[in-house]
């Protein structure tokens, strides 16, 4: 049973929707600004990426964030459709209040309660779940769908990825040394770490005889999934990338295509020192002397945590409709290892019929979906 | 292909309970971090094991005792791609608080990372897949309704679909830490099999009960007692 997307939303550093999104990473421009709320002082960072102009209509920020998005696709979501949520902290902010004021809510920060509200604004009746898997937990959601739909448990899944910037995050990257005292500068040779981040991102994902005998409009096929373990450190990526090729390969035999099909790929790309030089060495070990365009919108957009698989995935569907790879944002000085891969220019991608996005995070959990162009 | 629960692991409080296809079953007081445990849980020491909080101490523990149960040997130390769901947020709250609170407490200057690291669903897992070995997929999945019974469902599919041959389903709360081993082997007196399996184990509200009825009871799908 084959797997499509029949509708998205999102929401990023750039504003709302998919066009502000691709427009910005096309033409090379970051999001990231310098943060208003929380840095400075001890922090080792002055910058994350977040959602110009939000309103703060709801008891959390990313509730602000995700609520109107999902409230917005409601009448293209079939009520019987599963809805699962990935979010790595969720309504942090609420934890954040409640430690601070003292009282015993803490609870309410629990994602299954954003889950239970977004279920009702989506009014779906269907089974629903919170995926967590680090900083691919939207990717992860995504193949959890795909494995749903391909297991018949469900022929239409609603998959929602969501992170805010918080002063919780902010702090705990500054902590782990990970943040860039700038911005965010992937594969760059002088790279020196990652920038925080926010987005919001819903897509319907249909079974594809549902998606036809209903006359939606098929934006592309999930057409292979895979994840794997490094089973190596908590916080730093296996260096040779072991983990990351186990997971790309499992997505290439559930698609059943050989690399050279790949037409590109959305990295990771954090900008961390060990993550990239780890995701290069991996794409070198699949792609051999061979490697097509490799980017990643995390100059532009942040880590958007929890958000960051499926935001990269819909940036990565309008990637192939269009046949053209964005810059890596932030690019200045390519790093060896991504000669011939990284660009910070835009590079054209004519016929290619698939495109590979991967996601690595805490814990050695590696992700890797492959979309197959339907538009 | 005969999917079920080949082996389970409960730790509660200090009560011990294993039991599985690979194993008799194992049923005391917890002394696998004494000098000299009766039972030998990881394939080599596990680093900074004293240094974890205490649910991710009984997730690794919990999930070596569900394979050493169902009769895969970690001794060798060799990697294996064994897939890791969890479920229960309790211990993610506790984790998420330990650290802000530390945080304020350092005056909103600096975190401390290794708090931080324990703040996400799947921080039990990465040190269970790093102290066992286990580079399967690894993501938490938590039902709205029936969070154990999900694990299950979802690893019969990981399973049937050729992604594992098994999984460990990691299902924790503050006061218990409950580990099945799901994969494909052949029928067994503790073997629980068929897509109900999962809401059998749910369906124990206590380990006492749990315990007694798998002492006295063998599974087909269904309740069927000996």
């Known amino acids: 049973m084959k797997t499509v997307i029949t509708g998205s939303r999102m929401l990023s550093p750039y504003g709302a929707g998919i066009d502000p999104a691709w427009n ?126 391909r297991e018949e448990r469900a022929d239409s899944v609603l998959v929602i990825g969501c992170d805010a910037v918080s002063e919780f995050v902010f702090a705990g990257f500054s902590a782990l040394m990970a943040l860039a005292p700038g911005r965010a500068r992937p594969f760059d040779r002088n790279r020196d770490g990652l920038t925080v981040g926010e987005s919001a991102c819903a897509a319907l994902l249909m079974s594809e005889e549902r998606a036809l005998s209903e006359g939606r409009k098929i934006l592309a096929e999930i057409s292979g999934c895979g994840m794997s373990s490094d089973a190596h450190h908590m916080t730093a990526p296996s260096r040779e990338g072991g983990g990351l090729v186990s997971a790309i390969q499992k997505a290439l035999r559930a698609a059943a295509i050989e690399p050279a099909r790949i037409g590109s790929v959305s990295a990771h790309g954090t900008g961390t020192d060990y993550n990239d030089a780890m995701e290069l060495k991996a794409f070198r070990r699949v792609f051999d002397d061979n490697p097509p365009p490799v980017y990643s919108i995390k100059g532009g957009t942040g880590h958007t945590m929890g958000a960051a698989g499926l935001l990269e995935i819909l940036i990565a569907v309008e990637s192939l409709r269009k046949e053209i790879a964005p810059p890596t944002t932030g690019l200045v000085d390519p790093e060896d290892e991504a000669d011939g891969m990284v660009s910070g220019l835009p590079i054209e991608t004519p016929g290619a019929e698939f495109a590979l996005s991967t996601n690595s995070g805490f814990g050695g959990i590696n992700a890797a979906i492959i979309i197959k162009k339907r538009l | 292909m005969s999917i079920g629960i080949a082996s389970i692991a409960w730790i509660k409080n200090d009560r011990v309970y294993a039991k599985g296809v690979g194993a008799a079953a194992m049923l005391g007081v917890k002394d696998m971090r004494a000098p000299n445990p009766s039972i030998v849980l990881f394939p080599r020491p596990v680093e900074n094991f004293g240094r974890f909080p205490e649910y991710a101490k009984l997730a690794c523990e919990t999930a070596a005792l569900a394979l050493k149960a169902g009769g895969i040997d970690r001794a060798t130390g060799n990697k294996l791609d064994v897939a890791m769901l969890c479920a229960g947020y309790e211990n993610t709250t506790d984790a998420d608080c330990n650290f802000f609170q530390d945080y304020l407490d350092c005056g909103r200057e600096l975190g401390r990372g290794a708090l931080f690291v324990y703040t996400l669903p799947t921080s039990a897992l990465a040190d269970v897949s790093i102290a066992l070995g286990l580079t399967g997929a690894a993501l938490y999945l938590e039902s709205d309704i029936t969070p154990f019974a999900e694990l299950y469902l979802t690893a019969r599919g990981m399973i049937e679909n050729g992604e594992t041959k098994s999984a460990l389903l990691l299902w924790q709360n503050r006061q218990t830490s409950l580990c099945a081993l799901v994969d494909d082997r052949a029928e067994s007196e503790h073997y629980i099999r068929g897509k109900e399996a999962g809401r059998i184990v749910e369906r124990w509200n206590d380990l006492k009960d749990a315990v007694a009825y798998l002492h006295k009871t063998r599974f087909s799908g269904g309740f069927k007692t000996r």
């Open chain 1, 24 to 149: 910005g990473l096309i033409a090379g421009e970051s999001a990231i600004r310098k943060e208003e709320e929380f840095a400075g002082g001890s922090f080792m960072s002055e910058y994350t990426a977040r959602v110009p102009n939000l309103a703060l209509k709801g008891r959390s920020r990313l509730f602000s964030m995700v609520a109107p998005l999902i409230d917005d696709m409601r009448r293209e979501i079939p009520q019987d459709s599963a809805i699962l949520l990935a979010t790595t902290v969720g309504e942090i902010d609420l934890l954040e209040k409640s430690i601070a004021d003292n009282n015993s809510d803490a609870e309410n920060a629990n994602p299954k309660r954003l889950l239970n509200d977004l279920r009702n604004i989506a009014a779906v009746k269907g089974p629903g779940a919170v995926v967590s898997a680090a900083c691919a937990s939207s990717s992860a959601a995504v193949e959890r769908a795909a494995s749903m739909i």
